[in-house]
C-alpha cells in the first residue's frame, strides 16, 4: 500500500498502524477511528464519517494485502461502535465489504471479517433486516467452511442475528423466502442444519407466518430429510413435526393443492435400499393422510396422483407395517370422498364426447406431467426420485370453483396397476375395491370405461388369491346387474376388437323373435334383471372357462357359486344352459355342463334354485327345466340327475333305457358312481322317501334299477343294491285308508298333469340328437369308428 497516499482524515500514524502485522497495533489504530467518528458524530459531520468508512473499505478491507485487509475489517467495526444508533445510516457502506472477505482464501482473514460483522451487527440490532438476505447469504457460506475457529465465529454471529429477528417484527418474510428456498436443496451437511435451524427459529417467532410459504420449501425439506446425518434428519422430523402441527391447527389457511404433488413424489420410494427413503415415505404418507382428512374433497383433482401413491405402499410387508397403515388410512379416507354426485353430468361432458368422437385425445386433469408444478427445483426432485410413472397434478385445477373428481386418470391408475404383473395381493384388492366402489357412486361414468376395463377384470379370475377373485367378481356382478348398464351403448361394446367372445352358430337363441337386432347376441331373454353386459359377462367367463381348464377344475365352482349370491342363480344357470346350446366344443360343454349339476346339486347357495326346480308347478320352474335340460344332455348322467331333482322318475327311466346305445367309457362309469353318492346324500333325502310309496313312484325304482346294472361290481354298486333291497313290498305299504290312499295317487297324476305341458317326447329326440353329436365327434377323434360290439363295459 502507498503509505504517502492522504488517506485523510485519517493520520499517517493511524494508516500504519492498520497495515501492521500485529493484532495490537491494528486494535490501537482501530480505537483512534473509533475516537475520530464520534467527534464527527458529535458534529453531524456525515459526509467525513461516510469518507472514512469508504477509505476503510476501498483502501483496506478490499486490498490486495492481507494485512491491509485485517486492519480495514477492524476498522469498520470501530466505525460501527462509534456510530452506535446511527449505524444503520451507513450499514450498506459497512456490511458488504465486510461480507466480501467471507470470501477470502485465508481463514484467519474470514475469522476477522465474522468478528467485524458481529461487532457490526450487534451495534446496529434490527436495523441491519433489511440487509438480511445478504447476512444470511454470507452466513450460509460459512456454515460449511472447514476452519473450525470460522465456523465457530459464524455460529457466534447466526446466534446474534436470530435473537434479533426473534425479538424484532419487521423481518420481510417475502424477500426472504426465495433466497431460502434456493439454498434449502444444497447437499453439504452443515449448510442443511444451518438452513433447518433458521426455519425452526422463523416458525417458533409469532409474527412470522411461514406456513403460508411451506409449498415454497417442502421439497426440499424432504430432501434434507433423507440426509446421512442422523442428527440433521431428526432437525428436519421436528421442523416437520411443527409445521403439520400448525396445519392441523389452521387448515383453512393452508394451500393444500400446491403441495399434494410434493407429497406424492416423495411417497414414492426411488430406492429401496436406503433407510432414509422409508423416513421420507412413511412422513410424506402421514401428511397424505392429514391433507386428505382436512382438505377433504379439495383433494378429488389429484385424486389419481394420490392412488399411483398410495396402492403399492398397501402391499408392503410388516417391515414397513408404520407405512402400510398411513396408506390404507389415505386410501380409506380418499374413497370415502367420492359420492353420487361424482356421478352428475357437467356441461363439458358434451365436449368431451364430441372430442371422442372426432377421434380427440380427451384431456385429463392430474395426469400430465407438463401441467404440474413448473418451478426447475420441483422438476429436479421429480427426476430425482423416477416420475416416468407418477402422475402430476394439475395446479390450475386448484382455482376451479367447483370440485371434479379425476374419474379419467383414476381408472387409468387403476387399470394399470392390474396389468401389471408385480402388483401385490393387497393392491389388487384395493384396486377393485375402488372399482367396485365407483361403479356403486359413479355408474353412468364408469360404464363409459366399462369396455377398456372389461377384459382385464375377466383376465383377473385367473389370480392365485381367492379373495383377489372375490372382489373381481363383485365387480362385474355389479357391471352386469348395474341399470346404468342398460342405457349404455351397447352396440359398441359388443363390437371392440378386444372382446373375447365364444363362437355362436347363427341363428336365433330360444325365445327370440325372428328377425332380432343386433344386440341379440349379447341379451338374454331369460334375464330381463340384468344389463346388457350380463350375457356379454356370461359369455366371456365359459369361454375363459373353455381356453384355461384349470382354471375351470380348480376355481370353476368357487366362482360359478359366488356369483349365484352375488346375481340371481336363475339368472345365471339359465343364460349358462343357453350359452352352452351353441357351444361348438362338445367336450368342453359336456364337462361344463357336469361342473354346473355339480354345483346345483350340492351348494348350499343353490338351495332356493333347488327347491324352484323340485316341484314343477309354475310355467316360469317348467321353462327353467327345460332350458337346462337341453343343455344337461351334452352329459347324459347328469341329464338324469336334473331329472332325479325335478321328479321326472319315468323320463329319467327313459334316459337309462339310452344308455345301452351310448359308449360306456371309464369316465361315464366314474359319473355314474358318483351320482349314486349323490343319491345318498341329503339332497336326495326325499327322493328316498318315495321309495315308500312304490306304487306311485315305480318308475323311480326301475331308474335305479337300470342304474344298478349300468354299475360294474363296485362299492357303488353294493351301496345302491343294498338301498333298493330295502325298498318294501307294495303290499304291506298300502294304508289301511283307501281313501288316503287314492288321495295320494290323485297327488301324483295332478303332479303329472302340471308338468303335461312338457314334450317329453322332443325332450328325448333332442337328446338323441346331442349324444349323436358327441359320438361322431369322438369318431372323428380316434379316426375310426367303433363298432358297438367292441366297446369294453367296466
Known sequence: MNTEKDFSPLTPNVVRALNDKLYEKRKVAALEIEKLVREFVAQNNSTQIRHVIQILASEFALSQHPHSRKGGLIGLAACSIALGKDSGLYLKELIEPVLTCFNDSDSRLRYYACEALYNIVKVARGAVLPHFNLLFDGLSKLAADPDPNVKSGSELLDRLLKDIVTECNKFDLVAFVPLLRERIYSNNQYARQFIISWILVLESVPDINLLDYLPEILDGLFQILGDNSKEIRRMCEVVLGEFLKEIKKTPSSVKFAEMANILVIHCQVADESKVTNDLIQLTAMTWMREFIQLAGRVVLPYSSGILTAVLPCLSYDDRKKSTKEAASACNHSLMKLVTPEDDEEEEED?????????????????????????????????????????????????????????????????????????????????????????????????????????????????????????????????????????????????????????????????????????????????????????????????????????????????????????????????????????????????????????????????????????????????????????????????????????????????????????????????????????????????????????????????????????????????????????????????????????????????????????????????????????????????????????????
Open 350 to 794: 358434451e365436449g368431451e364426447e364430441d372430442r371422442t368422437a372426432t377421434g380427440s385425445p380427451p384431456k385429463v386433469d392430474g395426469l400430465s406431467k407438463a401441467e404440474g408444478d413448473g418451478n426447475d427445483l420441483l422438476n429436479a426432485s421429480q427426476e430425482s426420485v423416477g416420475l416416468s410413472n407418477i402422475s402430476s397434478f394439475n395446479q390450475a385445477s386448484a382455482e376451479r370453483p367447483q370440485v371434479t373428481l379425476d374419474l379419467d386418470g383414476i381408472v387409468q391408475v387403476l387399470d394399470r396397476h392390474l396389468h401389471d404383473s408385480s402388483t401385490g395381493m393387497m393392491t389388487r384388492i384395493a384396486v377393485l375395491k375402488w372399482l367396485y366402489h365407483l361403479y356403486i357412486k359413479t355408474p353412468r361414468k364408469m360404464f363409459r370405461h366399462t369396455d377398456s376395463l372389461f377384459p382385464m377384470l375377466l383376465k383377473t379370475l385367473s389370480d392365485e388369491s381367492d379373495e383377489v377373485i372375490l372382489k373381481d367378481l363383485e365387480v362385474l356382478a355389479e357391471i352386469a346387474s348395474s341399470p346404468a348398464g342398460q342405457t349404455d351403448q351397447s352396440d359398441s361394446c359388443c363390437s371392440t376388437d378386444s372382446r373375447v367372445e365364444l363362437k355362436v352358430p347363427a341363428g336365433a337363441k330360444p325365445g327370440h323373435q325372428p328377425g332380432a337386432g343386433s344386440k341379440a347376441a349379447d341379451s338374454s331373454p331369460s334375464t330381463p334383471s340384468m344389463n346388457s353386459y350380463f350375457y356379454k359377462f356370461m359369455i366371456n367367463l365359459l369361454k375363459r372357462f373353455s381356453l384355461e381348464r384349470k382354471l375351470l377344475e380348480n376355481r370353476g365352482a368357487f366362482i360359478i357359486r359366488q356369483l349365484c349370491l352375488l346375481l340371481h342363480a336363475e339368472n345365471i344357470f339359465h343364460s349358462m344352459a343357453d350359452i352352452l346350446l351353441k357351444e361348438e366344443d362338445l367336450k368342453f360343454a359336456s364337462t361344463m355342463v357336469q361342473t354346473l349339476n355339480t354345483i346345483l346339486l350340492t351348494s348350499a347357495e343353490l338351495f332356493q334354485l333347488r327347491n324352484q326346480l323340485k316341484d314343477l308347478h309354475t310355467q316360469e320352474s317348467c321353462a327353467l327345466f327345460c332350458s337346462l335340460y337341453r343343455s344337461w344332455c351334452h352329459n347324459p348322467v347328469a341329464t338324469v340327475s336334473l331329472c332325479f331333482l325335478t321328479q321326472n322318475y319315468r323320463h329319467a327311466y327313459d334316459l337309462i333305457q339310452k344308455f345301452g346305445d351310448l359308449e360306456v367309457t371309464v369316465d361315464f362309469l366314474m359319473e355314474v358312481d358318483k351320482l349314486v353318492q349323490l343319491v345318498e346324500s341329503p339332497i336326495f333325502t326325499y327322493l328316498r322317501l318315495q321309495l315308500l310309496d312304490v306304487e306311485n313312484n315305480p318308475y323311480l325304482i326301475k331308474a335305479l334299477y337300470g342304474l344298478l346294472m349300468l354299475l360294474p361290481q363296485s362299492q357303488a354298486f353294493q351301496l345302491l343294491s343294498h338301498r333298493l333291497r330295502c325298498v318294501p313290498n307294495p303290499e304291506l305299504m298300502r294304508t289301511v285308508d283307501e281313501s288316503k290312499y287314492m288321495e295320494s295317487k290323485q297327488q301324483v297324476a295332478s303332479k303329472h298333469a302340471s308338468c303335461g305341458q312338457m314334450d317329453y317326447r322332443a325332450l328325448l329326440e333332442h337328446f338323441d340328437c346331442v349324444q349323436s353329436k358327441h359320438l361322431e365327434v369322438r369318431h372323428q377323434r380316434s379316426g375310426r369308428m367303433t363298432d358297438f360290439s367292441d366297446r369294453k363295459l367296466m
